[in-house]
Nanobody, 124 residues
Framework: VQLQASGGGLVQAGGSLRLSCTASGRTFNYYGMGWFRQAPGMQREFVARIVWSGGSADYADSVKGRFTISRDNAKNTVYLQMNSLKAEDTGVYYC??????????????????WGQGTQVTVSS
């Protein structure tokens, strides 16, 4: 499986970005997808996840109401729409695919495949 993330960049606080992650090498619409982020010197943390059908999603408390995860199974792509960005949202954002459908969807260990990451920098 290959996951290719894109859409990161530099944005001012209060602005928006949309991240994309396109999968290849496995039937995309069978599996849950997640977004994580990692700030310098910090552990990778959960941001959002969406189930295989797109019918359910979960978010970290820090991004609820500002970020929206969605997916287009016809395009093998998952998105993360990020609005009202804050300086503390700065980090490398990673998409990930969960094959085993673990209930611990907010843990790094629940995801078997990872993209290369895309940098998001929010200036205050």
């Amino acid at each position: 499986v290959q996951l290719q993330a894109s859409g990161g960049g530099l944005v001012q606080a209060g602005g928006s970005l949309r991240l994309s992650c396109t999968a290849s090498g496995r039937t995309f619409n069978y599996y849950g997808m997640g977004w994580f982020r990692q700030a310098p010197g910090m552990q990778r943390e959960f941001v959002a996840r969406i189930v295989w059908s797109g019918g359910s999603a979960d978010y970290a408390d820090s991004v609820k109401g500002r970020f929206t995860i969605s997916r287009d199974n016809a395009k093998n792509t998952v998105y993360l729409q990020m609005n009202s960005l804050k300086a503390e949202d700065t980090g490398v954002y990673y998409c990930a695919m969960s094959i085993r459908r673990s209930i611990a969807y907010d843990h790094v260990s629940a995801y078997e495949f990872w993209g290369q990451g895309t940098q998001v920098t929010v200036s205050s």
